[in-house]
Structures are given as C-alpha cells and as structure tokens.
Nanobody, 120 residues
Framework: QLQASGGGLVQAGGSLRLSCAASGRTFSTYTGGWFRQAPGKEREFVGRINRSGSIKNYADSVKGRFTISRDNAKNTVYLQMSSLKPEDTALYYC???????????????WGQGTQVTVSS
C-alpha cells in the first residue's frame, strides 16, 4: 500500500514536497514513479527513480524544477517541487512497479493521490 501526502495550496513560484510512503512491502525493490492528472486530462508522467536512487528521469515540463528522491531506509519516495506554476495544478499520484518506465500501465501499486493547487 502506498500513501501519498504533502499536497496543498501554494502561490506560483512556491515549493512543495510530496512524500509517498510504502507499507506492507519493501519499496526499495520497486521503481518509484510520480504521475499527475488535471481535470479533463489524462494521467501524465512526472518523474521516476530506480530502485537504488541512482537514476532519475523527468517529464520535460518539470525538468529543472522538480526533483525525485528516495530514502529506502524509510520506505519512502519524495517529489520536491519548486518554481511551481498554475499549470502544475493536478492530483499527484505515486506508484511502484518492477520496470523502469514512464508508462502508467506498467506500475502495479498506486497511492491515493494528493492535490496540488498553484494559484497565480
């Protein structure tokens, strides 16, 4: 089970850190992914991190502003979001899967989502 937290309302240019904590299984054996879904839009890839945390990839829309990390001792993956823009407003989901991929369908376990709203 994955539990996402840390969302909220922030002004444009601000920062938030999302957390995704795993329970009942060892997160370190999975790729960690972050996705988001805005109203009326499809779920889109935000970033991913491999099992050890040595490899990370990001969507072009967030590159240079968002940083994904993990603490395997705490069974948690993080998404640090900076220089937030109104277009970053969405429901953010964390996910865990065995493949290192940006495709949502390849992820097996999903968190419940945490809302991020960026005001202009």
């Amino acid at each position: 089970q994955l539990q996402a937290s840390g969302g909220g309302l922030v002004q444009a240019g601000g920062s938030l850190r999302l957390s995704c904590a795993a329970s009942g299984r060892t997160f370190s054996t999975y790729t960690g992914g972050w996705f988001r879904q805005a109203p009326g839009k499809e779920r889109e890839f935000v970033g991913r991190i491999n099992r050890s945390g040595s490899i990370k990839n990001y969507a072009d829309s967030v590159k240079g502003r968002f940083t994904i990390s993990r603490d395997n001792a705490k069974n948690t993956v993080y998404l640090q979001m900076s220089s937030l823009k109104p277009e970053d407003t969405a429901l953010y989901y964390c996910a865990a899967g065995t493949a290192y991929t940006s495709q949502p369908r390849e992820y097996t376990y999903w968190g419940q989502g945490t809302q991020v709203t960026v005001s202009s």
